[in-house]
């Protein structure tokens, strides 16, 4: 498995989005899905849930919700689903090939999360596995008007380390995460050629 290489990137400060990121949160997220979902007799196909790990949680119930034609009650099985997350975050890991690069520029670059998460999940997240210390901001779907690909959070967190978008490096794992920090002007890295939970097929 590769190592992230940074020597070819010139950054002033480091921004990371969170889930499948720097946690590998995307089972549990699944799990608490699936059990507010069925409580409105949906069924979520797991495949089907991996292929839009990029999108809010709204977004997602919302997409399944037309795609199963059925009229869910969104913000019920969206508040349902991030109280299930909750309880169960014990559960989650880091992705340490990155949650790694994080340790080693702690207290040497300013260091951001922007998550397209709510704040409450995502904070509990990088308490659970021990990281949220590490960072001097940490931006959620809270502070913003527009989800990713939107490129407004990318914007915000290069504003609240008072670092120009360009000299910042961005670890993401989505489609809609690197559109999101492309589109604000930021460098870019995939994790998914990196960390062990996509190239081993674990997910």
């Known amino acids: 498995m590769p190592t992230i290489d940074l020597t070819e990137y ?15 949160s995307a089972p549990v ?9 069925e409580r409105q007799g949906a069924v979520l196909e797991h495949g089907w849930y991996l292929e839009r790990l990029g999108l809010s949680r709204v977004e997602l119930i919302t997409e399944l919700s037309k795609a199963l034609s059925l ?12 109280a299930q997350f909750l309880v169960h975050t014990a559960e989650l890991v880091e992705i340490s090939e990155v949650a790694g690069i994080a340790r080693a520029y702690f207290k040497k670059l300013p260091m951001a999360v922007a998550s397209s998460g709510q704040r409450l999940s995502v904070e509990q997240s990088l308490h659970s596995v021990g990281l949220a210390s590490l960072f001097d901001e940490i931006l959620t779907a809270d502070d913003v008007s527009v989800c990713k690909p939107d490129p407004e959070i990318y914007l915000l967190a290069a504003k609240r380390l008072q670092i120009d978008v360009a000299r910042c490096l961005v670890f993401e794992d989505t489609d809609e995460g690197l559109m999101s920090a492309s589109t604000a002007g930021a460098q870019t890295i995939d994790v998914r050629a990196y960390a062990s939970v996509y190239t081993s097929g674990n997910n």
């Open 29 to 37: 997220h699944f799990k608490a899905f699936q059990v507010a979902l």
């Open 71 to 82: 009229n869910l009650d969104v913000p019920r099985a969206a508040a349902e689903s991030e």
């Open 10 to 24: 010139t950054f002033d400060a480091i921004i990371f989005d969170c889930d499948g990121t720097l946690v590998n």
